[in-house]
């Protein structure tokens, strides 16, 4: 095994200043490619040598041979096309910038990611949802109206959990029902929302939130108990919680970003408007969605036409 401390490598360092300051990824998919570059020097290495010795010698079929035993072991599809492309834009950069000549990974094959159809809520099942939440809000516990307002906001914009998490009190504007987001690569968007998911913030805002305020609370828009801004993990619980209680099967916050694109394309918006909302940097991203209502309209044809 490698002995060194990856996080003590001069040349991964440098690469992690040019994927968070250059190419402002974020925080979550550097740690993943820092990861999967230590896995690979641990990989190659069954010494002591240091991990930037180990990069600096691979060539292509160490590459091949890393990505083929992680193939035998059973790793995902997706797994092993995020470290082919973790190393992909390492020696890409290291090459760019004369660290390491030539680039080893130039003829490295892409894995594809496994072609999985995200999960959608019908229309039906969004409104059993929603319902659910608005009327364990008529209680007026703080914590329920935060809920309500929560899942309203996440299928009314798309909006991942995390930049729900996020929002800060000058980001919303209920009289023009739009809301500033913050995405991934710290990329701003301002995305729309509707009468039903603004009553519901503004009922959070009036009502909810300044139960919960307590010193040192700041600007965050959505709160825990303790008056601290919202985490993912209690997001992810109150959905689940509504699910049972809507008699759904329990879906990731995540599902209703999904739901809302797959809504927004069925009902005639054109794929750049559902990038724009969505905040896809490329629109081969927001295009699965019309896989997703194209399987849903074959599967209702199937079952509807006498002749399918």
Not at 115 to 143: Q, Y
Not at 212 to 234: E, I, K
Request: aromatic share 4%.
């Amino acid at each position: 095994m490698v002995t060194t401390d990856a996080a003590a490598s001069e040349l991964l360092a440098a690469f992690e200043g040019h994927l968070r300051h250059e190419r402002g990824l974020s925080g979550n998919t550097v740690r993943a490619y820092l990861g999967d570059l230590a896995h690979l020097a641990s990989h190659l290495d069954a010494g002591d040598a240091p991990v930037d010795g180990v990069l600096a010698g691979v060539v292509l079929a160490d590459l091949r041979t890393w990505l083929a035993a992680m193939a035998e072991e059973g790793l995902s599809r997706t797994t092993l096309a995020r470290r082919g492309a973790a190393v992909r834009a390492f020696y890409s950069w290291a090459a760019d910038s004369g660290r390491i000549v030539p680039n080893p990974a130039i003829r490295l094959a892409s894995a594809r990611p496994a072609s999985v159809l995200p999960t959608v809520l019908s229309a039906g099942d969004v409104v059993s949802l929603l319902d659910v939440a608005r009327t364990r809000a008529d209680d007026g516990e703080p914590v329920h109206l935060r809920d309500w307002a929560a899942v309203e906001m996440l299928y009314a914009t798309g909006m991942r959990v995390g930049e729900l998490a996020g929002i800060d009190l000058g980001d919303a504007d209920l009289g023009e029902r739009l809301v500033r987001v913050t995405g991934k690569g710290d990329k701003e968007r301002v995305v729309p929302f509707g009468v039903p998911a603004a009553d519901a913030l503004a009922q959070w805002l009036e009502r909810g939130r300044p139960a919960l305020v307590a010193p040192g609370t700041g600007s965050a828009v959505f709160l825990g108990r303790r008056g601290q801004r919202v985490d993912q993990r209690q997001i992810r619980e109150a959905v689940h919680e509504l699910c049972r209680l809507a008699g759904l099967e329990e879906v990731a916050p995540h599902a209703l970003r999904h739901t809302a694109a797959t809504h927004l394309l069925t009902g005639g918006s054109d794929l750049r408007s559902v990038q724009e909302v969505l905040g896809h940097a490329s629109l081969a991203t927001t295009q699965r969605y019309t896989h997703v209502s194209a399987e849903r309209l074959r599967a209702a044809y199937h079952l509807a036409h006498p002749r399918a």
